[in-house]
């Protein structure tokens, strides 16, 4: 056995069902090894679309996603995705070839510093220089991936490395990282309170079941961050809606009035957070984000299952204030939000990849989710072409049927995937919202530059017919009554749907 076979059989006793990647010369023996087992590989078109694939997977199931690539071409194009799965702290395993050990910091055909470029957007990038260090560290990355998932590891492999057949393997002991030295001052600021508020952030999913008990029990509101949608059913009294700077009234008054914030699983960021207010009890796994006087390092389950909570009394106070968040066009032809919400109602607990641009906002603010998980995108990186490879993954994932909701721009940034769709014949239906223009980069330069519309128009293909190049369905909506026809079938995919929608400005953040 060679440590490339040795690689693969750890993903194969770990559970590794299925990974996304390209091969290529310096990561070959990998493939080798992979060629004999039962993983299922599914081969992207690009490298991108492999990780942002990896990263759908996990985001819709909480499970590691794994993408592997060749050498500096492969790798360097998952930079962007892998950036955008360490933004949001997704589980992601990439491994990457790499040449001989003998040519790291040369000028040889294709080699790059491919470690140093990785550790600025991964948890850990590893650089194993034998077959031994390469067992450990990919034992380490999965263990850390399981149980502490801050965001992707990355391990870079030279081709003698995986060639390697004189190595050890062996079970390592790990270390708990936690830190709850503030568990009493947190207990002490919860029993004091009279107005409590939680915000829940993605680091809370696992334990969704036993908070949602707990504001239920104890009657506590709750706010959560874009990625924490369906923690409390999104439709639920308690669930004062999205907080930060797509806050309602409800919400904003809500964190503007409690007495303590309970703050399990968010980063903190500036989208999240106006400002960070007394009696904030902030709790991650992740000691590099948290923030104020009361930050306990550890997991939200084990934080929750330590802490007493009681019934609170705020819930009828916070009733009386509006909660709607207005919307206007959902009842005009040919508006994107007036799609985007009869897409919605046609598919209410599908899980929903988005990706970035107006319609994201509008999907984010209309989305109802009952459940975690059901909604994907690209958060606080938000780069294009994520949608349609995160859904394939989703549905590799879970089996169920995903939709897309994009855009005509975003689409065209990986749209070679849709031969990715078609081989895997994935159950996703696309719906591209066609405005023939990058729309919120139109709506910055008249709003907020006193410029006409520059470099945004867009001249796009005829995407019902590129559709069928690849072998796959399509279908165009002209108006509301035409896309109204289309929602009434049964739909399956692979299934691109073409909506022509007009240049609409999305409301912007409070």
Known sequence: MNVASGIVDILEKEDILDVFGIPGEQIMPLYRALSESSINHILTRHEQAAANAADGYARATGRIGVCI???????????????????????????????????????????????????????????PLNGTEAMYMLRAAIYELKNFPKGPIHINLSKDVLLEEDFDDFDLCYLCEDDMSNLDS??????????????????????????RSIAEEYRIPVTTTFHAKGIVADDSPLNLGLCGVRSNERAKYAFENAD???????????????????????????????????????????????IRFRHVMWMDELA????????????????????????????????????AGSHTTWTTLLKISRKPRRLLFSGAMAPMGYGLPAAIGANVATGEQILVINGDGDFQMN?????????????????????????????????????????VELNNPDFVKLASSYGIDGVRADNLDDLEMILEKNLTG??????????EDIPLPR
Request: hydrophobic content about 40%.
């Open 69 to 127: 690539t060749t050498a500096s071409p492969g790798a360097l194009n998952t930079v962007m995705p892998i950036a955008t799965a360490f933004k949001d702290n997704i589980p992601v395993l990439i491994l990457t070839g790499d040449n001989e050990l003998k040519h790291r910091g040369s000028d040889h055909f294709q080699t790059t510093p491919q470690t140093e470029i990785f550790q600025h957007i991964t948890q850990a990038s590893y650089n």
């Open 186 to 211: 947190a207990q002490e600021l919860i029993d004091k309170s009279q107005k409590p508020l939680l915000i829940l952030g993605a680091g809370a999913i696992e334990s969704f079941r036993e908070i």
């Open 260 to 306: 303590c914030i309970i703050a399990l699983g968010i980063k903190a960021s500036e989208r999240t957070l106006p400002y960070v207010p007394d009696n904030f009890i902030h709790v991650n796994i992740n000691g590099d984000v948290l923030i104020g006087s009361c930050p306990i390092q550890a997991k939200v389950g084990d934080f929750i299952a330590k």
């Open 320 to 355: 009386r204030i509006d909660d709607a968040y207005h919307l206007e066009g959902l009842d005009d032809d040919l508006k994107p939000q007036a799609a985007i919400k009869r897409i919605l109602e046609r598919f209410p607990d599908n899980i929903i990849a988005s990706d």
């Open 415 to 455: 749209l070679q995937e849709l031969a990715t769709l078609k081989n895997e014949n994935c159950d996703v239906i696309v719906f591209i919202l066609n405005n023939s223009e990058y729309g919120i980069i139109r709506q910055w330069e008249e709003s907020f530059y006193d410029m006409k519309p520059y470099q």
């Open 494 to 503: 692979p299934l691109v749907v073409e909506v022509i929608v007009q240049s």
